[in-house]
């Protein structure tokens, strides 16, 4: 992780830099736009004090209806600049003199204090977006060095999620200085701190409909599961985020459009909002490790592959869930047996639950004995009663053989990012392997490892909040 701050450092001094020799380079002034009157038959410029600040330049747009005005510094200090138009009355809807405050700082800059703008804040808000847009490939990189350490953790989830938030924020930044830098008239530095400060509203408003699919999947996928397995409260705490995860977006967007005119209410909004995006961004980088740890195939060099177990029927013949993981591991042991010659023992692991006639190990052992599994090649540990315990005695059994270098594990699809997890906690970092499952069981997994992300980096996670909140908060304030 220092390597990524690091990184993030050196990012940040190179953008920099690059604005310092952008600013260096391009010291043409500062350039403001005025809209001309229709009545106004000249222009003319005044300086209260003189000596610190000079009109060099004046142009008109095309369509005439646009004056760009270029100003340059002379030396440090303030002074009053009047644009007065002539021709235009004191009873015209324009207002025939036009007063602002430049200001003539260190290094040629100007600022104004009507617009915000100053000398090269294009280019600084160019340079923002580079490091916004090199945070998020920094911390991708880091996601990516992580996983190669251990495939399955939440470290790497955390840091993909920063990537994604980055990504975003870098994304809605470089639409904003585009036309500047291609020469168009940008707007002002007031303009684009709005519109970096409502970007999260923005996005909220376009994630809306997914955010209210995912909820609607996930409350449903409870409903199947409750008819399936019965009533249990895990399966109705999917129902109960969806509430809130619909409830909150729909609160966000009702905000966003209200009328409310308390003085707190964008700063409340925007701070809203912000974290908000984020939590998505957490929940987008759960999903997507999630989807790939399903999807994932071991090496063909294993020592062992454990079966996870869960529930057998009552007649101790294996259900479609359990018997679909069993299929996996050996259909895995074979395909590595041929491609390598390389034979691995099979580990059934699960222990006898109070509704079942035997234990999950010997009953997943005796079908694989059917599916023509020399007995030998299994070794049943039939104690655990939890995944983590499954890790942990199959573990023990291992080191009581002799030990073995190479292990993965066999579970359900949308088990597997879970199950690596917890066998990562167990000090143990071996690899695993998903069976096709049923889809109601994914909004549950998605949920599980998103909380399991948050819970796991909570300190990661405060810290950025506390960033986010106080962002939103003072670029809402210092605009309102």
Excluded at 351 to 356: I, L, P
Excluded at 371 to 390: A, D, F, M
Aim: with cysteine; charged share 20%; glycine share 10%.
């Amino acid at each position: 992780m220092r390597r990524t701050w690091i990184r993030l450092l050196a990012a940040l001094t190179l953008c920099v830099g690059a604005f310092a020799l952008c600013l260096r380079l391009g010291r043409g002034g500062l350039t403001l736009y005025f809209e001309i009157p229709p009545e106004a038959t000249g222009v003319s410029f005044r300086f209260e004090p003189e000596g610190i600040v000079r009109q060099t330049e004046s142009r008109v747009s095309d369509d005439g209806s646009e004056l760009a005005v270029q100003f340059e510094a002379l030396r440090r200090g303030k002074t009053e600049a009047a644009v007065i138009w002539e021709g235009v009355g004191e009873d015209s809807f324009y207002d025939p003199v036009i007063r602002m405050e430049l200001r003539s700082l260190p290094f040629g800059v100007l600022a104004d204090s009507i617009t915000w703008n100053f000398t090269g804040w294009g280019y600084l808000a160019a340079c923002l977006s580079l490091f916004l847009l090199s945070g998020a490939f920094i911390f991708l990189a880091a996601s990516r060095r992580e996983r190669r350490r251990a495939y399955f953790s939440y470290r790497a989830t955390g840091e993909l999620g920063l990537a994604i938030f980055l990504l975003l924020a870098g994304f809605f930044q470089s639409g904003t200085v585009l036309p500047f830098l291609r020469g168009e008239n940008a707007g002002t530095v007031w303009a684009l701190l709005v519109g970096a400060i409502v970007s999260a509203q923005t996005f909220m408003r376009w994630t809306a409909v997914g955010l209210g699919v995912f909820s609607l999947a996930l409350a449903f996928s409870n409903l199947v599961l409750m008819r399936h397995e019965g009533f249990r409260p895990s399966n109705m705490l999917g129902i109960a985020v969806a509430l809130v995860i619909s409830g909150g977006a729909a609160f966000g967007i009702w905000m966003s459009y209200s009328l409310l005119t308390f003085p707190l209410r964008n700063v409340l909004l925007n701070v809203y909002a912000g974290l908000f995006v984020y939590l998505e961004c957490m929940l987008a980088a759960a999903v997507i490790h999630a989807l790939m740890a399903g999807r994932h195939e071991p090496a063909y060099d294993r020592d062992y592959v454990i079966v996870l177990g869960c529930r057998i029927r009552p007649d101790g013949t294996l259900y479609p869930l359990i018997r679909s993981r069993v299929d996996r591991a050996v259909a895995f042991a074979r395909r590595q047996e041929a491609a390598t010659g390389k034979r691995a023992v099979l580990i059934p692991s699960g222990g006898k639950g109070a509704d079942e006639p035997e234990a999950e190990a010997d009953a997943m052992a005796r079908y694989m004995r059917e599916q023509g599994v020399p007995p030998e090649q299994i070794l049943p540990e039939c104690r655990s009663t939890t995944t983590l315990e499954n890790m942990r005695f199959s573990r023990k059994l291992i080191e009581e053989r002799g030990g073995g270098d190479r292990v993965a594990f066999s579970t359900s699809s949308y088990h597997v990012y879970r199950g690596g997890i917890l066998a990562a906690e167990s000090g143990w970092n071996i690899d695993g392997m998903g069976s096709p499952t049923k889809w109601y069981f994914w909004p549950n997994a998605f949920l599980r490892e998103f909380v399991g992300l948050l819970v796991s980096n909570r300190v990661q996670q405060i810290m950025a909040a506390a960033i986010i909140t106080l962002l939103s908060a003072g670029l809402t304030a210092l605009v309102m």
